[in-house]
């Protein structure tokens, strides 16, 4: 199919019959269909919206084209957990239906008000010369998960000074005021934050912008999210037009936070350190948080980048979304770790330990495509060492710490199928200390590597063949001790 914007700006009722069950069955057939990552069911997945917990359930949507692996007229997706492992698909959350989100119910936020959800989101339109028009909309979901939007929106302008790139509300409270930063783009076409406040969700006053110092720093913010963590403030957001510094910033857009004192809004000031990238992997995206009812901190990114093809388009659908990870904040370093409710999916459990020495070794049983494993190296003095896992004949993702330069490293060039290498095939970064641990959770097509208890993740998609299982540990030049333990999921 060729993706016209006619074909990109439809209805879901506007598909025939047989689009859509050639659609299901092209999906059906795709040998990369995650087990326990939330995915679209058809076409295409991006941020998470509305993370939120609810009536007793943490609510969750995403941003949804149904009828392909393209970006189109966007809907929010709802899905819901009691334990934020198991996810029920409910259906349409939001659907673009009038003059204020005609193409598209673009990212936003939600929050419990008055024994309700409230959502706020932006919604994209476009005139007739295909200029964009930004509203920042409500729609308030009761208890029995009925939604009902409101007819206005509740922001209808973009302030003067900015651009139409002015979009995805994310809202929280403090004390009886409701607050929400936007992202925007300044005139002269540079990125940045703007907050907005609220005594009743429904009329915004516009206080300005958030002055950082980071007044040059890409060309779009996109999904910001403001949140107090430990008795400091921290902007999380995804920057458009930052160059690859280093191991920093390969991807084609960041995501990434700044952390330091907690906003002052009166005068709309955030005090704070250096823009810190939150995963070091090849597809990580629009990451947002909430609130757990035991008031810990917990985010999901989108694992995928815009304006990159996959291998999964060829089956009409693309992207899931991460496992959720806890936030802590350890040494004015952010802290990510997967939440200890993901401790239910582990099946069967293996264990070994052994010495390598300039060896690669695999051990009986140990092999897999869906699992999550713990391995920890230490006592060595060898040049390198680590693990490959997905590998096969002609395959491998490599996994390993450079003891030289002291850097953990990514590698998919060996994955399988390949994607986006135009933005390299291997992902690094700094990382010291005597003992070096991997925490992984390998999906069909996808792994996430907490390192060293979460001072850093990298998250990834990866496409190998379905009998590429094998799971191997190395040491090159020199010797390293490792103990694992392997849980089936
Ligand atoms: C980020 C983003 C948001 C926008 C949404 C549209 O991936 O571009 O800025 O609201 O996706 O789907």
Redesign the pocket.
């Known amino acids: 199919m060729i993706w016209t914007k006619e074909k990109r700006y439809r209805r879901i009722e506007e598909a025939g019959k047989d689009e859509l069950l050639k659609l299901q069955s092209d999906v059906g057939g795709c040998e990369w269909r995650q087990t326990f990552h939330i995915q679209p069911e058809t076409g295409l997945l ?2 998470p919206n509305g993370f939120s917990f609810f009536n007793g359930e943490y609510h969750l949507f995403y ?1 949804w ?1 149904p009828l392909g692996p393209v ?1 189109g007229l ?1 809907y929010w997706y709802h899905t819901k957990s009691k334990d934020l492992v198991h996810w029920e698909n409910v259906g349409i959350g939001i659907e673009p239906s009038n003059a204020y989100d005609s193409h ?1 119910a ?3 936020s939600a929050i419990e008000h008055d024994g309700k959800l409230y959502l706020l ?2 919604g ?1 339109t476009r005139d007739e010369n295909w200029v964009r028009h930004p509203y920042q909309c409500l729609a308030i979901m009761d208890p029995s998960g009925r939604m009902e939007k409101l007819e206005q929106p509740v922001i209808n302008h973009v302030p003067n000074g900015y651009t139409d ?1 002015f ?2 509300p994310k809202v929280w409270k403090a004390g009886n005021e409701f607050y929400a930063v936007i ?1 925007a783009q300044r005139e002269n076409e540079t990125g940045c934050v703007v907050l907005y406040r609220s005594l009743d969700m429904l009329h915004w006053e516009f206080k300005g912008e958030l002055k950082t110092n980071l007044s040059l720093f890409g060309y ?1 913010w ?2 910001p999210d403001y949140l107090e963590l430990q008795d400091k403030g921290m902007l999380i957001f ?1 920057p458009q037009g930052i160059s690859p510094d280093g191991e920093q910033f390969q991807n084609i ?1 960041q995501s990434g936070y700044i952390l330091g004192e907690p906003m002052d809004v009166s005068n709309r000031t955030l005090t704070h350190g250096s823009f810190q990238e939150l995963d070091r992997g090849f597809d990580f ?2 990451p947002q948080t909430m609130l757990s009812p035991d008031g810990r901190r917990i985010l999901i990114g ?1 694992m995928g980048l ?1 304006e990159m093809e996959y291998p999964t388009d060829r089956n009409g659908w693309a992207h899931c979304l991460t496992l959720p990870r806890e936030l802590s904040i350890k040494d004015d370093k952010l802290i990510q770790k997967p939440v200890q409710e993901l401790q239910v999916l582990r099946k069967q459990k293996y264990e070994i330990s052994d010495v390598l020495l300039h060896e690669t070794k695999k051990f009986n049983n140990l092999t897999g495509t869906t699992y999550e494993m713990l391995c920890e190296f230490e006592n060595f003095d060898a040049a390198q060492f680590g693990i490959e896992f997905r590998a096969g004949d002609k395959e491998k993702t490599i996994l390993k710490y450079d003891t030289v330069q002291k850097k953990v490293i990514l590698d998919r060039t060996f994955s399988g199928e390949p994607v986006g290498e135009e933005y390299g095939t291997v992902r690094e970064c700094s990382v010291d200390g005597v003992k070096i641990k991997f925490h992984l959770f390998v999906d069909i097509s996808s792994v996430e590597i907490f390192i060293n208890d979460g001072e850093e993740v990298f998250t990834s998609r990866i496409f190998p063949k379905t009998d590429s299982n094998e799971i191997r540990f190395f040491a090159e030049g020199g010797r390293a001790y490792f103990q694992a333990s392997k849980w089936d999921i």
């Open positions: 991006n941020d941003q084209f970006h966007k598209g673009y990212s936003g989101y932006t994209n790139h979009r995805d992202g779009m996109e999904c995804s857009y995206y629009a989108w815009p």
